[in-house]
C-alpha cells in the first residue's frame, strides 16, 4: 500500500511514462531527465526518480548512487550544450515531498546581481514558461549529448502529445 501523498512529481513521471509530458528530455536510469516549467535560466532542468520516493535517502545505495550520478550526467550533458560556465545542482523536497534534483546551468551573461546568487534569488513567476517549440534545439542537444555519453534510454511518445 502506498502512503506517500501524490504529487506533482507522481503526475509528471506518470506523464512522462505515457509519452505525454512536452518537458522531457531524456530517459536515464534512475528517472526522467525534464526541463523546468519555469526556464528562470536558460536550460534549467531537473531529474524525477522513476519510480517517485519520498527522499534521497529512501533510495538503497546502489539506486543512491544512480540517482546522483544520473543528476551529474544532466548536468555534464547542460553544460555542453548551452555553454553555461558551472552548473548549480539542488535537492529540497519542501514544497513538492518527493524527491527531484534541480540542475541549473548558470551563464556568464546573467544579470550581475543574479550571477552569484543562488537559483532561488530569480523571479521565477516573471520567468519565460517552458515551450517545446522554443526548446527543441536544446532539447535535442541535450539529448545528443545523454546519449553519447551512454546514458540515455530509449522512449516512445503517444502520436499528438505535443513532446
Given at each position: 500500500?502506498?502512503?506517500?501523498?501524490?504529487?506533482?512529481?507522481?503526475?509528471?513521471?506518470?506523464?512522462a511514462?505515457?509519452?505525454?509530458d512536452?518537458?522531457?528530455?531524456?530517459?536515464?536510469?534512475?528517472?526522467?531527465?525534464?526541463f523546468?516549467?519555469?526556464?528562470?535560466?536558460?536550460?534549467?532542468?531537473?531529474l524525477?526518480?522513476?519510480?517517485?520516493v519520498?527522499?534521497?535517502?529512501?533510495?538503497?545505495?546502489?539506486?543512491?548512487?544512480?540517482?546522483?550520478?544520473?543528476?551529474?550526467?544532466?548536468?555534464?550533458?547542460?553544460?555542453?550544450?548551452?555553454?553555461?560556465?558551472?552548473?548549480?545542482?539542488?535537492?529540497?523536497?519542501?514544497?513538492?515531498?518527493?524527491?527531484?534534483?534541480?540542475?541549473?546551468?548558470?551563464?556568464?551573461?546573467?544579470?550581475?546581481?543574479?550571477?552569484?546568487?543562488?537559483?532561488?534569488?530569480?523571479?521565477?513567476?516573471?520567468?519565460?514558461?517552458?515551450?517545446?517549440?522554443?526548446?527543441?534545439?536544446?532539447?535535442?542537444?541535450?539529448?545528443?549529448?545523454?546519449?553519447?555519453?551512454?546514458?540515455?534510454?530509449?522512449?516512445?511518445?503517444?502520436?499528438?502529445?505535443?513532446?
Amino acid at each position: 500500500m502506498n502512503t506517500q501523498t501524490e504529487t506533482a512529481i507522481h503526475r509528471q513521471v506518470a506523464a512522462a511514462r505515457a509519452g505525454k509530458d512536452p518537458s522531457v528530455i531524456a530517459r536515464l536510469a534512475s528517472g526522467w531527465a525534464v526541463f523546468g516549467a519555469s526556464q528562470f535560466v536558460r536550460g534549467y532542468a531537473l531529474l524525477l526518480p522513476d519510480p517517485v520516493v519520498p527522499t534521497l535517502n529512501a533510495l538503497g545505495t546502489q539506486e543512491r548512487t544512480q540517482f546522483l550520478l544520473d543528476m551529474s550526467h544532466l548536468g555534464d550533458a547542460l553544460l555542453k550544450a548551452t555553454g553555461a560556465v558551472r552548473i548549480n545542482y539542488a535537492i529540497f523536497g519542501n514544497l513538492e515531498p518527493a524527491l527531484h534534483a534541480h540542475v541549473v546551468p548558470r551563464h556568464a551573461d546573467e544579470p550581475e546581481p543574479l550571477r552569484t546568487a543562488h537559483p532561488w534569488a530569480y523571479d521565477w513567476d516573471a520567468a519565460p514558461r517552458f515551450d517545446r517549440t522554443a526548446y527543441r534545439e536544446l532539447a535535442d542537444a541535450v539529448l545528443r549529448e545523454l546519449a553519447r555519453m551512454g546514458v540515455a534510454k530509449p522512449m516512445r511518445f503517444e502520436p499528438g502529445a505535443n513532446v
